[in-house]
């Protein structure tokens, strides 16, 4: 048995979970890269978006994990998340052209005043989830046991990657918002209205943000501080990515799953400093990220 074998089969389980939590951070990333490709707008309220997910399921889900709980918890996830999108489309276009410190400052100032409202209205307890009922049980992989849920997970996270891939690359509707990350100013001058587009990515964008937080709420639970800690880790996703690639969001989410879970299993005193260690070296590799472009992000 070869070693590569040998430490595979010692942390095969830990190779899975990095998966499933690279594809929910992809789920999360995706929208946010797209927004800053397309917006220029970094939206540090993206981490409150999936919070807000969170104590959703806290609150909708019922103890036993019913289906109707759970398709209910992810349907106001995703009008909520809607909303919450066009809402920060007409909060920061006023504020475009004064660039991205003030829009950047006003969706920090969002975050922190959502973040209140949802310590206020929910406390400081960390509230669990259950996973849906049928899938909170497990099964054997490499053999050992490994949660159903968290293959669930995976599954979501590639049905996303696969849509994403699809809608951008091989629509006319892709075709749009790729020519509007590359070079907004010819898109206009066809004739096309890019702030219909621009609403539309951002509101799915969000949607997908609580989204993830729902679908997160069974593995992270839900509880202040959740919301810095998604945001820091889908801000290193999507660097590594390169801003405005969803294929670049998807590697970091993967890379970064790995990095976070290994590290954590292998190396907990290291686990803090090797992502943003992962991200350095790529940077000086690549400055604008693995499928970053200098001039714009695609």
């Not at 992809?26 to 917006?39: Q, R």
């Given at each position: 048995?070869s070693?590569?074998?040998?430490?595979?089969?010692?942390?095969?389980?830990?190779v899975?979970?990095?998966?499933a939590?690279g594809?929910l951070?992809?789920?999360?990333?995706?929208?946010?890269?797209?927004?800053?490709?397309?917006?220029?707008?970094l939206?540090?309220?993206?981490?409150?978006?999936f919070?807000a997910?969170?104590?959703?399921a806290a609150?909708?889900?019922?103890?036993?994990?019913?289906?109707?709980?759970?398709?209910?918890?992810?349907?106001?996830?995703?009008?909520?998340?809607?909303?919450?999108?066009?809402?920060?489309?007409?909060?920061?276009?006023?504020?475009?052209?004064?660039?991205?410190?003030?829009?950047?400052?006003?969706?920090?100032?969002?975050?922190?005043?959502?973040?209140?409202?949802?310590?206020?209205?929910?406390?400081?307890?960390?509230?669990?989830?259950?996973?849906?009922?049928?899938?909170?049980?497990?099964?054997?992989?490499?053999?050992?046991?490994?949660?159903?849920?968290?293959?669930?997970?995976?599954?979501?996270?590639?049905?996303?990657?696969?849509?994403a891939?699809?809608?951008?690359?091989?629509?006319?509707?892709?075709?749009?918002?790729?020519?509007?990350?590359?070079?907004?100013d010819?898109?206009?001058?066809?004739?096309?209205?890019?702030?219909?587009?621009?609403?539309?990515?951002?509101?799915?964008?969000s949607?997908?943000?609580?989204?993830?937080?729902?679908?997160?709420?069974?593995?992270?639970?839900?509880?202040?501080?959740?919301?810095?800690?998604?945001?820091?880790?889908?801000?290193?996703?999507?660097?590594?990515?390169?801003?405005?690639?969803?294929?670049?969001?998807?590697?970091?989410g993967?890379?970064?799953?790995?990095?976070?879970?290994?590290?954590?299993?292998?190396?907990?005193?290291?686990?803090?400093?090797?992502?943003?260690?992962?991200?350095a070296?790529?940077?000086?590799?690549?400055?604008?990220?693995?499928?970053?472009?200098?001039?714009?992000?695609?």
């Open positions: 048995m070693a590569v074998t040998q430490w595979f089969d010692a942390n095969s389980i830990t899975i979970n990095g998966l939590y594809l951070l992809y789920t999360l990333a995706v929208g946010l890269s797209l927004v800053f490709g397309m917006l220029n707008l939206n540090l309220a993206h981490g409150t978006l919070l997910g969170a104590y959703v609150v909708v889900v019922a103890p036993g994990g019913a289906w109707l709980s759970w398709v209910l918890a992810l349907t106001i996830a995703l009008l909520v998340g809607a909303v919450a999108g066009v809402g920060l489309t007409v909060a920061t276009r006023p504020l475009a052209r004064r660039g991205h410190m003030a829009e950047a400052l006003l969706t920090l100032g969002i975050s922190l005043a959502g973040s209140s409202l949802l310590l206020w209205g929910f406390g400081a307890d960390v509230r669990s989830v259950p996973a849906p009922a049928g899938l909170d049980g497990s099964v054997t992989l490499f053999g050992d046991p490994y949660p159903v849920y968290r293959l669930v997970l995976i599954g979501f996270g590639l049905l996303v990657a696969v849509l891939e699809v809608i951008l690359e091989r629509t006319m509707m892709g075709a749009t918002v790729r020519a509007i990350v590359a070079d907004p010819i898109v206009r001058t066809l004739g096309i209205d890019t702030r219909k587009i621009l609403y539309g990515v951002l509101a799915v964008g949607a997908l943000a609580v989204v993830a937080g729902v679908l997160g709420g069974p593995v992270l639970g839900a509880g202040p501080g959740l919301d810095g800690h998604v945001l820091l880790i889908a801000l290193v996703v999507v660097v590594i990515g390169g801003m405005g690639s969803a294929r670049g969001a998807l590697i970091g993967l890379l970064i799953g790995q990095v976070q879970t290994l590290g954590t299993a292998l190396a907990p005193e290291l686990a803090p400093f090797l992502i943003f260690g992962a991200m070296l790529i940077l000086v590799v690549r400055p604008h990220g693995l499928l970053g472009r200098a001039e714009a992000t695609a």
